[in-house]
């Protein structure tokens, strides 16, 4: 890594850390616009902002500290439990985080300013982490809410673990 690309990252986890709720503000004016995401826009506006704001503060601490994917299994595949008990289908909330990812993206597009090459270059890397940050926790939000909707299959609707197994082909985290 480059000099300027820590200077970049840095200036960026400032951000993260210390507009946070600017980050979710703008994330949820995004849900707002997609009238497909009927689960989040049966929320109020300040519940939707704060289930939001975690997501920037996890994504600086791991820019500055490094991939930690303990720490980022525990946030997602809490996460996609809880929604799986609120009843949030899988795609609307995958959804959810790829345009947290968009907000994030816009912000170094248009206010770290990338007006010259080498910038480019230096926000092209900060970019590319993000990117593995949201990829790697969409892996980890669907892993908890299909293993958190197997284990409820399982428990309250009384199915086979045979059927179930048969359907649910992902390696739990949870042995069998």
């Not at 690309?5 to 616009?33: G, H, P, Q």
């Not at 997501?55 to 996460?79: H, P």
């Not at 206010?111 to 926000?123: A, C, F, G, W």
């Amino acid at each position: 890594m480059f000099y300027n690309d820590v200077m970049i990252e840095r200036a960026l986890i400032d951000t993260l850390n210390l507009k946070s709720r600017d980050f979710a503000v703008r994330w949820k004016e995004l849900i707002r616009k997609a009238q497909h995401l009927k689960h989040y826009n049966n929320m109020d506006d300040d519940s939707l902002i704060e289930s939001n704001k975690p997501f920037y503060s996890l994504l600086a601490r791991i820019l500055d500290r490094g991939l930690d994917k303990s720490l980022m299994g525990d946030f997602f595949v809490t996460m996609g439990k809880t929604r799986l008990h609120e009843e949030f289908p899988i795609s609307e909330v995958i959804y959810g985080i790829n345009l947290a990812q968009t907000v994030v993206i816009e912000y170094i597009m248009t206010e770290l300013s990338p007006d010259n090459p080498m910038r480019m270059y230096q926000s092209m890397g900060a970019v590319t982490r993000i990117a593995e940050f949201f990829l790697l926790g969409s892996f980890y939000l669907t892993k908890g809410f299909l293993e958190e909707t197997y284990t409820t299959m399982k428990g309250r609707d009384k199915i086979s673990e045979e059927l179930l197994k048969k359907y649910f082909k992902d390696d739990f985290f949870f042995k069998f």
